[in-house]
């Protein structure tokens, strides 16, 4: 069976990672596939309640593909909505590119 927390912090470096590092102005082009690519991640996602879960957050608050901070900060709160089903602490979201591009500021 697959391992879902295992599986969970690979996905998320992945997911947390492309919009780290997604265009400033993305092309009507490049919107389409992130926003196909989070669709498709919800039907294949090998964990099949998290992939349930998942397509009803992407109904309730679809992704904001229009800019890199916006992408970075939607990917931020859909992983707070799992942390908060799970009774994980919260991520402050003003601190994702630090975390996932630039390296934590001390
Ligand atoms: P993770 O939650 O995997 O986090 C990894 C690292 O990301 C953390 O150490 C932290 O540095 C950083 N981080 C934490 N929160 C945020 C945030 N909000 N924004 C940016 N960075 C952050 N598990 C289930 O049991 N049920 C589910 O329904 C479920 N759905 C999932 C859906 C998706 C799309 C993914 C990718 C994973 C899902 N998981 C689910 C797995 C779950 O979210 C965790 O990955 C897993 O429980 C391991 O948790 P962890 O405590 O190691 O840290």
Redesign the pocket.
Known sequence: PVD?????????????TMAAYYPENPSENVQKDMKNFMTL??RL?P?K??????RKDLKDDPPDVTSQKSLANW??????K??E??G????D?SK?NE??RDGWKD
Not at 4 to 16: A, F
Not at 49 to 54: E, G, I, P, T, V
């Open positions: 879902s927390e295992e599986l969970g912090r690979s996905g998320w470096t992945v997911l947390h991640l919800s996602y964990c309640r998290c992939a349930k879960d998942l990917m931020c709160n859909l992983h707070n799992v942390n089903k799970l994980k602490p919260l991520f979201c994702v975390r996932w």
